[in-house]
């Protein structure tokens, strides 16, 4: 067994398709897109301000494993710390594999100059894919979740890591839900209005301004978030742009107050029903055509944002935009909606998901070491 550092174009490939061989038998497996991982590990702006080292565990010529260290400069500043993180993990069940995976990565973040801790899994960060799942390995992840074995607990653990955060994912399943934010949403709007607050979609013919605003309540609103890190202005500009080719402005809302806009809530169609069905997340020759026909098919979504600005939280905009949403997804007739993430110990969110009939169905775990 080797650790190879992923510098080539072919070692980038294999570091992208290996889950695909290690997880060929997994019903509830989804392959990320090819092209789209390939850019995240090599094009996304967070390239620019951060660094990042893929590697790959082989026995023989067969790859067993992979990691990324990563380093977020971003998180160290706002934050004041100097830690490390770790993402893109996978790995067959083998201590010494994952031990050396871990030791590979934990060396190239000393040699950088990481003294506190390393976190993870993350890719890069919290604002992306994140969290180990532990609880809840019965059905398929929703779009831009993570997914994982049940024994990768016990690796990472016996690593040496413990838990830094649970991460709650909620579910509801057809129309098992309290709709009383629909039924109220009329009076609520009503009462918003009286503040000069109104919700509406958003507007895609002018998609540049509204990201624009949206931008600075998602750094607003989730600053306090335990291991918060702002987007750059190219952060989210790319992220938006590749929400644009998915997203559906029925399910897409904005509070606005006087032309500023003061809360926002986002829900996607699950497209991993979609990829699921798409062969080692290969577009080509085929995938593109199931990715095109299949978006009307989709029968579940999942709630990816929800934020309000500070003084305006507790009038009433989380509901409004919760309703619209679970009206949206209502009229349509879907099967399922998920939640999520939410960190636990955010007690307000999770005692008004919990008021609507959320199930807190699945568990995902941040990992911390000294290092």
């Known amino acids: 067994m080797k650790i190879v550092q992923v510098n080539s174009k072919k070692e980038l490939g294999a570091f992208i398709d290996f889950p695909h061989d290690l997880y060929k038998d997994d019903p509830n497996y989804v392959p990320e897109l090819f092209i789209a991982q390939r850019d995240l590990l090599t094009k996304h702006p967070f390239h620019k301000h951060n660094q990042l080292q893929c590697f790959l565990a082989y026995d023989g010529d067969k790859v067993i494993g992979r990691i990324a260290a990563i380093l977020n400069n971003a998180h ?12 893109f993990f996978d790995c067959i069940n083998d201590q010494e594999t994952a031990d050396s995976l871990f030791a590979a990565a934990t060396q190239w973040l000393k040699d950088k100059g990481v003294d506190q801790k390393i976190i993870g899994p993350v890719n890069f960060s919290t604002n992306e894919a994140c969290g180990l799942l532990i609880r809840g390995f019965d059905s398929p992840p929703m779009l831009m979740m993570t997914y994982n074995y049940p024994y990768y607990a016990q690796l990472i653990e016996k690593a040496g890591y413990g838990k830094q955060m649970d991460l709650i994912a909620w579910h509801w399943d057809g129309d098992a839900y309290d709709d009383k934010s629909v039924r109220l949403l009329d009076a609520l709007q009503e009462r918003l209005k009286r503040s000069n607050i109104i919700i509406r979609k ?9 990201v624009e605003k949206v931008r600075e309540v998602y750094n607003s609103a989730w600053d306090q978030n335990s291991g918060f890190v702002p987007f750059t202005n190219e952060e989210f500009d790319y992220l938006a ?6 997203l559906d402005e029925d399910f897409v809302y904005v509070a606005e107050q006087n032309n500023k806009v003061v809360g926002f809530g986002l829900a996607l169609p699950n497209y991993n029903e979609i990829f699921k069905t798409i062969k080692r997340g290969r577009l080509l020759p085929t995938g593109i055509f199931k990715l095109l026909f299949g978006k009307k098919k989709i029968r579940s979504i999942r709630i990816y944002a929800l934020g309000v600005v500070e003084g305006y939280r507790k009038m009433g905009i989380e509901a409004c935009i919760y309703g619209s949403i679970i009206r949206e997804y209502k009229r349509r007739g879907l099967a399922h909606a998920e939640a999520g993430w939410t960190l636990e110990n955010n007690v307000m969110i999770n005692e008004a998901i919990k008021a609507i009939k959320g199930d807190p169905y699945k568990t995902y775990r941040l990992y911390e070491k000294d290092i």
Request: glycine share 8%; charged share 35%; no cysteine.
């Open 76 to 87: 160290n500043e706002y934050n004041k710390r100097n830690d490390g993180f770790f993402g």
């Open 241 to 246: 742009k590749d929400l644009k080719m998915i």
């Open 202 to 210: 958003v507007n895609i013919k002018n998609f540049k301004s509204e």
